[in-house]
Nanobody, 127 residues
Framework: QMQLTESGGGLVPSGGSLRLSCTASNRAFDNYAMGWIRQAPGKDHEVVAA????????YYADSVKGRFVISRDNAENTLYLQMNSLKPEDTAVYFCAAHRERFFTGRMYRVSDFGAWGQGTQVTVSS
């Protein structure tokens, strides 16, 4: 199992920005599609954004499209989520996760598609 460590969460006012980072301990990081999953209080997990192992077919949930940007730096084994124009409803624990299938280049991502998760980082957006 790939070990993932998130950082960058915190408290931010509505309309503000945060950048989350996720560092993988496994050098096979660049063989996997990666995603960010969040869980808001009392709600189910939601795939916020996902990026294939190669290519430009990036997925964003409708709720964050146009506000969030996912990217990766394979040389540093790091995944990023730039979050802009944050809203109180973005408040959640954010997890980075690796897709179960190596070299996945599809355009559909579901929570159950991800096998290795980090411990999560809390993002709180005040109103």
């Amino acid at each position: 199992q790939m070990q993932l460590t998130e950082s960058g969460g915190g408290l931010v006012p509505s309309g503000g920005s945060l950048r989350l980072s996720c560092t993988a301990s496994n050098r096979a990081f660049d063989n996997y599609a990666m995603g960010w999953i969040r869980q808001a209080p009392g709600k189910d997990h939601e795939v916020v954004a996902a990026l294939p192992w190669i290519g430009s077919g990036i997925y964003y949930a409708d709720s964050v499209k146009g506000r969030f940007v996912i990217s990766r730096d394979n040389a540093e084994n790091t995944l990023y989520l730039q979050m802009n124009s944050l809203k109180p409803e973005d408040t959640a624990v954010y997890f980075c996760a690796a897709h179960r299938e190596r070299f996945f280049t599809g355009r559909m991502y579901r929570v159950s598609d991800f096998g290795a998760w980090g411990q999560g980082t809390q993002v709180t957006v005040s109103s």
